[in-house]
């Protein structure tokens, strides 16, 4: 069956430290791949997307994810946290075959930033 | 800004009394979603309207109805809220259709509660 992990569901980082939130997926093509962000209280802000060409995607506020197609992950990182990253980011996926409604998100991942 | 609208933020019913959540958008989109989100969950898809034609989940309950009068507007409607209706709504656009390169943008959300 098609799904998507995001293996750690909290994580705490130090502001200026690196960060990087985990996603795979069970599936056996390459689906189309998305990293949301939530802050408290929010609906989903859209960071990145990937759905083919180079593996390294850009997107806004500084984050960037990496596909590979080997580990069936793709994983957010961003070089320098700061305290207003600190939010719920859920990886999402499309699977090909399926329709835009067909998004499977993860769990999530809750991000503590400590001063 | 082109963006999605959701009214009110915060909602508070009374156990059984129906209740009509809003979303606009100025994004054109042809598809409109809601979602459901519990606490610490990931979205839930709860239907979809692409254009005019409604689409139900398998496993949304009949207490859930929605309205979609035009392109801009969709309603949710809980016709006899429980407590474990208790969440945020989350409604979503994309377009033109239901590619699966169609990245979904979200609302706000509204927050639920059920007394």
């Known amino acids: 069956a098609q799904s998507v992990t995001q293996p750690d569901i909290h994580i705490t980082v130090s502001e200026g430290a690196s960060l990087e939130l985990r996603c795979n997926y069970s599936y056996g093509a390459t689906p189309y791949l998305f990293w949301y962000v939530q802050s408290p209280g929010q609906g989903l802000q859209l960071l990145l997307k990937y759905f083919s060409g180079d593996t390294l995607v850009q997107g806004i506020k500084g984050f960037e994810a990496e596909f590979k197609r080997s580990q069936s992950s793709f994983n957010l990182r961003k070089p320098s946290v700061h305290w207003s990253d600190a939010a719920e980011y859920f990886c999402?996926?499309?699977?090909?075959?399926?329709?835009?409604?067909?998004?499977?998100f993860g769990s999530g991942t809750q991000l503590t930033v400590l001063p | 800004d082109a963006m999605v609208i959701q009214n009110p933020r915060y909602q508070v019913t009374q156990f059984g009394k129906p209740v009509t959540l809003s979303c606009s958008q100025t994004l054109n989109h042809n598809v409109m979603y809601w979602y459901q989100q519990k606490s610490s969950q990931a979205p839930k898809l709860l239907f979809h309207y692409y254009d005019k034609d409604f689409n139900n989940e398998a496993d949304t309950p009949d207490n859930f109805q929605s309205r979609r009068p035009n392109t801009s507007f969709c309603f949710l409607d809980i016709r006899s809220p429980g407590l474990g209706d208790a969440a945020m709504y989350l409604c979503?656009?994309?377009?033109?259709?239901?590619?699966?390169?169609?990245?979904?943008?979200f609302g706000p959300g509204t927050r639920l509660t059920v007394l």
């Open positions: 979503a656009t994309s377009g033109p259709g239901l590619a699966r390169t169609d990245t979904q943008y």
């Open positions: 999402a996926v499309a699977f090909r075959g399926g329709s835009a409604r067909q998004l499977t």
